[in-house]
């Protein structure tokens, strides 16, 4: 999002922090957020009269209030009264934002339950799992197999009690939300929001072979120390880098792998 847009989430954001620190059901509030983002998405006309700059902030506030009273949690309205009566770089972005905050309270509730850590873990792992297995990653993105509730549903019963519930519904989610070819960046997305909500880069490691926890936990230091910031390491295996790490933090590759050394040699030879 452009700058308007990202001082509008972020206002959101704090309105919506704000409420989960008094007496309002996170999920609940999620599941707001999650429906009033799929109208957004659905209906053009309505996010355009919510971003409208011709309108005023009190005109907009009301039409929030008007379109979601009685249906949704209060804290939800507020919410929403608050994102409307801000700036928008373009209409499209207050879907995304009430997408975004709808996984930010989804988080929110994991944290109280003293789970986000693990959501993070297990939603790179989904991640992993759908990364090696590619015909069951393009069924489950798939338009022309069953409905987007349907694929979504499966994919939770198919994981099972090998998530928390926090992070069976962000992958339904994402599933119900992907096209072909988009699942994995998606899942990635949610897992780098929830490392962020915990004040850490996002760190992928991919070697030819596993790490040891000691080698985890040693690089792991390494990047701290570089980045002067909490990082939270995540790690993959691909056997056809033969040897060496490649290393991604927050979108700053480094690439020591044998592989990759193999090609720049080959290029210089070539010169």
Same mark, same amino acid.
């Given at each position: 999002?452009?700058?308007?847009?990202?001082?509008?989430?972020?206002?959101?954001?704090?309105?919506?922090?704000?409420a989960?620190?008094?007496?309002?059901?996170a999920?609940?509030?999620?599941?707001?957020?999650?429906?009033?983002?799929?109208?957004?998405?659905?209906?053009?006309r309505?996010?355009?009269?919510?971003?409208?700059?011709?309108?005023?902030?009190?005109?907009k506030?009301?039409?929030? @209030?008007?379109l979601?009273?009685?249906?949704?949690?209060?804290?939800?309205?507020?919410?929403?009264?608050t994102?409307?009566?801000?700036?928008?770089?373009?209409?499209?972005?207050?879907?995304?934002?009430?997408?975004?905050?709808?996984? +930010?309270?989804?988080?929110?509730?994991?944290?109280?339950?003293?789970?986000?850590?693990?959501?993070?873990?297990?939603?790179?792992?989904?991640h992993?799992?759908?990364?090696?297995?590619?015909?069951?990653?393009?069924?489950?993105?798939?338009?022309?197999?069953?409905?987007?509730?349907?694929?979504?549903?499966?994919?939770?019963?198919?994981?099972?009690?090998?998530?928390?519930?926090?992070?069976?519904?962000?992958?339904?989610?994402?599933?119900?939300?992907?096209?072909?070819?988009?699942?994995?960046s998606?899942i990635?997305?949610?897992?780098?929001?929830?490392?962020?909500?915990?004040?850490?880069?996002?760190?992928?490691?991919?070697?030819?072979?596993?790490?040891?926890?000691?080698?985890?936990?040693?690089?792991?230091?390494i990047?701290?120390?570089?980045?002067?910031?909490?990082?939270?390491?995540?790690? +993959?295996?691909?056997p056809?880098?033969?040897?060496?790490? @490649?290393? +991604?933090?927050?979108?700053?590759?480094?690439?020591a792998?044998v592989?990759?050394?193999?090609?720049k040699?080959?290029? +210089?030879?070539?010169?």
């Amino acid at each position: 999002m452009r700058a308007a847009s990202e001082n509008s989430y972020q206002a959101g954001l704090r309105v919506l922090t704000d409420a989960l620190r008094s007496d309002a059901d996170a999920m609940a509030v999620a599941e707001n957020l999650y429906g009033i983002s799929d109208l957004l998405r659905e209906s053009g006309r309505v996010a355009h009269a919510l971003t409208d700059p011709g309108r005023t902030e009190a005109d907009k506030r009301q039409l929030a @209030h008007d379109l979601l009273a009685n249906g949704v949690e209060p804290q939800t309205i507020e919410i929403m009264q608050t994102l409307a009566s801000n700036r928008w770089s373009s209409y499209r972005d207050l879907e995304v934002a009430a997408e975004q905050l709808g996984n +930010e309270a989804v988080f929110s509730a994991a944290e109280d339950a003293g789970q986000l850590k693990q959501v993070e873990e297990e939603l790179f792992a989904v991640h992993n799992f759908l990364a090696d297995n590619r015909e069951f990653r393009i069924n489950l993105s798939d338009l022309g197999v069953g409905s987007a509730h349907d694929r979504a549903h499966f994919a939770a019963r198919f994981f099972g009690d090998a998530l928390t519930p926090y992070s069976s519904r962000l992958l339904r989610r994402q599933v119900r939300l992907s096209i072909h070819g988009r699942l994995l960046s998606l899942i990635r997305e949610i897992t780098h929001q929830a490392a962020s909500r915990r004040g850490c880069l996002f760190a992928t490691v991919t070697s030819a072979s596993p790490l040891s926890q000691i080698q985890i936990e040693r690089l792991q230091k390494i990047l701290e120390a570089r980045y002067q910031s909490a990082v939270a390491v995540n790690t +993959e295996v691909d056997p056809s880098l033969l040897g060496g790490l @490649h290393i +991604e933090v927050d979108g700053d590759g480094i690439n020591a792998t044998v592989k990759s050394n193999l090609a720049k040699a080959k290029r +210089e030879l070539v010169r």
